[in-house]
Structure formats: structure tokens, C-alpha cells
Nanobody, 122 residues
């Protein structure tokens, strides 16, 4: 069973930075590089939204308009880890952040982490 574990969330003042990590394990023989990775977030009372996505070998990335220029998604396939560097955080970035893995065979985000809370104070 594939497991994703996020870390790095916390409380930060507006303008501050956080770096989220997502470690993937239990891939049942499949390598980490067989998954595209994404970061999503869900704020209270709102639907979950996509924040950033990265291709299997990191060559392609995409971002929500609300985070472009502030957030950077990356991955280290040797460490089975995806990252989300968040700079110039705003109160509206407050949410639970989830990482997800998309197998090449399904092209859907089939595997999800438990989430990590990010709170940005004004």
C-alpha cells in the first residue's frame, strides 16, 4: 500500500515562509519516479483546490494563479520526496495541505497523505 506522509506545516506570520515535505513509501515495487505529484489545500468551508503539480521527473510544473511566483514545487526522486516551498505567505493561504501521487497507469491522484495544517497570521 502506498503511503504519503506530509510534514513541515505550522503557524507563521504573513510574509513568512514554510517548506512542506511529502515522503512516499510502500510503492510495491514501483519507483517514486513513476508518480506525478501534486499539492492540494482545503480551507475551512471551502472545496479542496490544486496548488501545484510536478511531472514524474520534475521537468514540468504548474501552479494555481493564486500562488504563482510565491510557491515552488520540487521533488527528489532519490529521496522519494516531494516539496512545496512557500514564500511570502498570506492569511488566505491558511489551509490543510495535502500531497497526492498520480500513477502513470491511471493518470489520477489515487494516493493521498493525511494533510498538514498551515496557518498564516496577519
Amino acid at each position: 500500500q502506498v503511503q504519503l506522509v506530509e510534514s513541515g506545516g505550522g503557524l507563521v506570520q504573513a510574509g513568512g515562509s514554510l517548506r512542506l515535505s511529502c515522503v512516499v513509501s510502500g510503492a510495491s515495487g514501483r519507483t517514486f519516479s513513476s508518480y506525478a505529484m501534486g499539492w492540494f489545500r482545503q480551507a475551512p468551508g471551502k472545496e479542496r483546490e490544486s496548488v501545484a503539480q510536478i511531472s514524474r521527473f520534475g521537468g514540468d510544473t504548474s501552479y494555481a494563479d493564486s500562488v504563482k511566483g510565491r510557491f515552488t514545487i520540487s521533488r527528489d526522486n532519490a529521496r522519494n520526496t516531494a516539496y512545496l516551498q512557500m514564500n511570502n505567505l498570506k492569511p488566505e493561504d491558511t489551509a490543510v495541505y495535502y500531497c497526492a501521487a498520480e500513477p502513470a497507469r491511471t493518470l489520477k491522484y489515487d494516493y493521498w497523505g493525511q494533510g498538514t495544517q498551515v496557518t498564516v497570521s496577519s
